[in-house]
C-alpha cells in the first residue's frame, strides 16, 4: 500500500500519527473493500492535514 496526503508521498507511521491507528485501521479496511468493489475507484480521507489517498 502506498499512502499520499496532498499528492505527496508519505509513509504509514507518519498517516498513523495523523489519522491515529485506530482510525488508520478502520480506514485501510474500508479501502480494502472499496478495492474489492471497484478497483479503478480513488480511495480518499480526509485527516488533519489534508487528503490522505490510498493506491493498493
Known sequence: MKFYINGKK???KAVTEKAGAERLGRMLEEAKQ???????????????????TIEI
Do not use: R, W, Y
Not at 34 to 50: C, K, L, R, W, Y
Open 10 to 12: 508519505v509513509t504509514k
Open 34 to 52: 472499496t478495492h474489492a468493489e471497484d478497483p479503478n475507484e480513488q480511495i480518499s480521507f480526509m485527516v488533519p492535514g489534508g487528503i490522505l
